[in-house]
């Protein structure tokens, strides 16, 4: 249950707010390829604009490596935002310190200042407390609205809740209450699709969906290990030796819950053009390696899909980057779309496959956290989330 306070339980008229956002957006030569964070921001921005409060947004940008560098300058997102509020958008050349000051300082009712990514000090990411406390001075409150940085314990997410009353934003309660009432009080069935490269970043992932969901479909190169766990040469394939034992244990675990694929599409080389086979789970030949799962398992998995109460998904069914492995990723999208199910997609991947078939809309929920949202799927607390005032 979602028991934080939101920008709603508290007055922020005339006040000044310090809002994290999740404005880590692609950005090349200057221009902003992907928007869908920052347009996500915008109920929360909007409404304190229209409380009257004074805005003082803040975000990392990339990973830049502990010093400034204008590559991953947070300015032509400043610009960006101006133009889809309509308004002038004030940019602070550093997050902290004297520009950061003035800039906050200047700030009068309705306006909106953008501080230079936080990462551009190391005290960022150590969670440093006079960090926190510099970029708490700048403002009455504090408001975190960014979903995707929740899971990680940084100055400008979980220190400045120390010095600052920190209330969640709209769209991390949003994402909060899908995620939450899926893996808590899902409408049954419940069916986790999960893909990608290694299983190794997903074992508690699955671990917990195993004990909450109905049916979880494993696909992406993170299968492989487990073909391999079942005694299958996987050729040239994608593989975690150190991960056998897990997948094996997952395995028993999961009983008949957990659902393999049972054919594959295999390649001579990791290539495009690549020659290509499609054969039932077994042994792969030497010098090929599986770069898709197969027609039969996109089969069973949509009918699973198409039976689902609700579904999550999370991560490629195979290299979907190059158009020939990727159509089980696509035939998977459909699927989840096509669904009648309560469905929530995390991870970009995903969310790309999703935009690019042009059936975002028949989604109920895309996140905006990759990383947040897999850790929410794994039972952990997000500290982001954690350290807000309960209601
Ligand atoms: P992840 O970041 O773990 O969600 O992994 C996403 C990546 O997994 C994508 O870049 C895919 O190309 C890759 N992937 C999916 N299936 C395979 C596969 N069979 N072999 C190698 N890479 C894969």
């Known amino acids: 249950?979602?028991?934080?306070?939101?920008?709603?339980?508290?007055?922020?008229?005339?006040?000044?707010?310090?809002?994290?956002?999740?404005?880590?957006?692609?950005?090349?030569?200057?221009?902003?390829?992907?928007?869908?964070?920052?347009?996500?921001?915008?109920?929360?921005?909007?409404?304190?604009?229209?409380?009257?409060?004074?805005?003082?947004?803040?975000?990392?940008?990339?990973?830049?490596?502990?010093?400034?560098?204008?590559?991953?300058?947070?300015?032509?997102?400043?610009?960006?935002?101006?133009?889809?509020?309509?308004?002038?958008?004030?940019?602070?050349?550093?997050c902290i310190g004297p520009k950061a000051e003035a800039a906050a300082a200047a700030l009068k009712p309705g306006d909106v200042l953008v501080l230079e990514n936080t990462r551009f000090h190391k005290e960022e990411k150590k969670n440093d407390p006079e960090m926190a406390r510099q970029l708490a001075s700048l403002a009455d409150v504090f408001v975190n609205d960014a979903f995707g940085s929740a899971h990680r314990a940084h100055a400008s997410t979980e220190g400045v809740t120390k010095f600052l009353p920190s209330v969640a934003g709209f769209l991390l309660e949003k994402e909060i209450k899908y995620l939450d009432q899926a893996i808590e009080n899902p409408k049954r069935p419940f069916v986790a699709i999960l893909g990608g490269a290694k299983v190794s970043?997903?074992?508690?992932?699955?671990?917990?969906?195993?004990?909450?969901?109905?049916?979880?479909?494993?696909?992406?190169?993170?299968?492989n290990t487990f073909f391999k766990a079942q005694g299958y040469p996987v050729g040239d394939s994608l593989v975690?030796?150190?991960?056998?034992?897990?997948?094996?244990?997952?395995?028993?675990?999961?009983?008949?819950?957990?659902?393999?694929?049972?054919?594959?599409?295999?390649?001579?080389?990791?290539?495009?053009?690549?020659?290509?086979?499609?054969?039932?789970?077994?042994?792969?030949?030497?010098?090929?390696?599986?770069?898709?799962?197969?027609?039969?398992?996109?089969?069973?998995?949509?009918?699973?899909?198409?039976?689902?109460?609700?579904?999550?998904?999370?991560?490629?069914?195979?290299?979907?980057?190059?158009?020939?492995?990727?159509?089980?990723?696509?035939?998977?999208?459909?699927?989840?779309?096509?669904?009648?199910?309560i469905s929530i997609i995390g991870g970009g991947d995903s969310a790309a496959a999703i935009a690019q078939s042009g059936l975002a809309d028949k989604i109920s929920h895309i996140s905006t956290g990759g990383g947040a949202s897999l850790e929410m799927l794994e039972g952990i607390q997000l500290p982001g989330l954690a350290a807000l005032m309960d209601k």
Not at 201 to 223: C, E, P, R, S
Not at 273 to 301: M, S
């Open 240 to 341: 975690e030796d150190d991960a056998l034992d897990t997948a094996r244990e997952l395995v028993k675990e999961g009983g008949s819950k957990l659902r393999l694929p049972v054919d594959m599409v295999i390649a001579d080389k990791f290539d495009n053009d690549a020659q290509t086979k499609i054969i039932d789970v077994g042994p792969v030949p030497d010098g090929w390696r599986i770069l898709d799962v197969g027609p039969e398992t996109v089969k069973n998995f949509s009918k699973v899909i198409s039976e689902a109460g609700t579904v999550v998904w999370n991560g490629p069914m195979g290299v979907f980057e190059m158009s020939n492995f990727a159509k089980a990723t696509f035939a998977v999208a459909k699927a989840v779309a096509d669904s009648h199910a």
């Open 1 to 94: 249950m979602f028991n934080k306070k939101s920008v709603k339980d508290i007055d922020v008229k005339g006040k000044k707010v310090l809002v994290r956002v999740d404005f880590n957006v692609p950005i090349k030569d200057g221009k902003i390829s992907d928007d869908t964070r920052i347009r996500a921001a915008l109920p929360t921005i909007n409404y304190l604009i229209d409380q009257g409060a004074a805005l003082i947004l803040c975000s990392h940008l990339g990973r830049p490596k502990d010093e400034p560098d204008p590559a991953y300058s947070m300015k032509p997102v400043a610009e960006y935002l101006g133009e889809l509020l309509n308004k002038k958008v004030a940019f602070a050349e550093d």
């Open 201 to 223: 970043d997903k074992i508690g992932v699955i671990k917990n969906l195993l004990t909450k969901a109905d049916t979880v479909l494993i696909g992406g190169g993170m299968a």
